[in-house]
């Protein structure tokens, strides 16, 4: 199956990628081949089969507990990273014109 | 190229543990000595991505300290080892190999840093990877590539490429990867290291920055199975602050390690041997297999008839959580950010381009495909039911088998270059280690011996029933103990 540039474009809007035309290019080769690739799934027939959502059997992990407030970062440890901060904020570009 | 001349730092860390316990080696002398081989080698090895020798320096100065006041202390303490680059390190740089992290400062350990800290490890340095750990040769690395020590223009496998290398070099003593479809069993095959990929769930992937949760795991490299045993025993064991972290108690995994291999049921997948390995290293695996008949384990075929179906699942599920765990990267709270966009879409954009390399960006597009309207069901969720398929193959093998043993990868390290252009072909070199991801299961990679014409290590892979990982380590040091250790890696 060939992914068609447009449909490269697409999928590269949904996550938030920008590429460049030759990356777009390369991509629509690569991806294609490995789309053909794992269309070999088909071949099995999974009509009764149920699907692994879960590593690991139920009760193995995730137990309830308390819901209560416990130490964690300070607003100045979690801010240090940031590229650009404006007193306790992360601070972004303009969202709305 | 020279042979290390034999000095402590050919000791395997159960040795090194004995004579610190002793008093007959420092935890400073052996830390410098460590660092002096690193400082000698790594420019031409490439298994480090930063070194650590003031902190390294420190610990081991703590360490010296705890013993000389008499506390009790575990097998780890004052233990140079390494940490793959995508564990957080409290106020130390993590880059998990790619631009986008290049100057990130951790405001916090993950659990398992803690762990090694609170061993009283020490830690020499963060090791190379492949970028987010997508990759079979470290060759992704955003940085720089990584060679193998036993041929400089081979790879070392990856991701956990670093850890290996560092390992087997003599670097340090043993060293934390993550494996997530192979990426602590190859590396530790084609290096020549023992290398686990504990059960999901085993250890707490708190802080370990993430790729495909349903799929990663931490585990430990070393040049012994023992090693890999007691660092295991030190990380391992339920972390409240990851829910898929299993309260299990953790075995004292080296009290059955001498038990030996007699009456052990080892499968062997018979799919696993119709073509796809290459003639030498098969016949390293055959000859790894015989001994254990000799050794009085039992030989039992078993059939993994789905394991076909592996790398066509885990391509369309491991980038769907990665397309979704990578979103996180978008130059709001951390790392890379470009400058000058117009507006916040754009510099979602522009950061994400300039900062993700090729395989990221490759696996981002592929999951965010897979996972889109129209495709879900076709792709991710077929690849869910083809994965409840691989695990029912396995439980169905463990009815008649304690351990399922086979190759590890399907050749010996490759060179440098060999695959870079052809992602698919990269792909396939994690044949036989992705179904024990998908499986949730215990693996481990031993060597078995080196290649009759290469010269080269070969592993042999050892996959158990969940939370098993006692037999694997029993298994594996029968082995170990029958054929002797590899010699020491003579490219570096």
Known sequence: ?97 | MTKPAASMLDLTMEELSRKLAAKEVSSVEVTEAALRRIEATDARLGAFLRVMPDEARAAARASDARRARGEPLSPLDGVPVGLKDIFLTRGVETTCGSRILEGFVPPYDATVVERLRSAGAVIAGKLNMDEFAMGSSTENSAFKPCHNPWDLARTPGGSSGGSAAAVSARQVFGALGTDTGGSIREPAAFCGVVGVKPTYGRVSRYGVIAFASSLDQVGPLGRTVWDAAVQLRHVAGRDPRDMTSSARPVPDYLEGLEGGAKGLRLGVPKEWFQGGVEAGVEKVVRGALATYEKLGARLVEVSLPHSRYGVAAYYLLAPAEASSNLARYDGVRFGLRARNAKGLKEMYGETRERGFGPEPKRRIMLGTYALSAGYYDAYYLRAQKARTLIRRDFDRAFESCDVVAGPVAPTVAFKLGEKVDDPLQMYLADVFTITCNLAALPGLSVPAGLHPAEKLPVGLQLLGRPFDEATLFRAARALEREIGALPAPAGI
């Open chain 1, 1 to 97: 199956m060939a992914l068609s540039l447009e449909e490269v474009r697409r999928i590269a809007a949904l996550a938030r990628l920008q590429l460049t035309p030759e990356d777009e290019r390369t991509f629509a080769v690569q991806l294609s081949a490995i789309l053909d690739y794992v269309r070999q799934l088909e071949e099995l027939d999974v009509s009764q089969v149920e699907p692994m959502t879960h590593a690991l059997a139920a009760g193995e992990a995730a137990p309830l507990r308390e819901d209560e407030v416990r130490p964690s970062l300070s607003p100045e440890e979690a801010l240090r990273n940031a590229p650009e901060r404006e007193g306790t904020c992360f601070k972004v570009p303009r969202i709305i014109e």
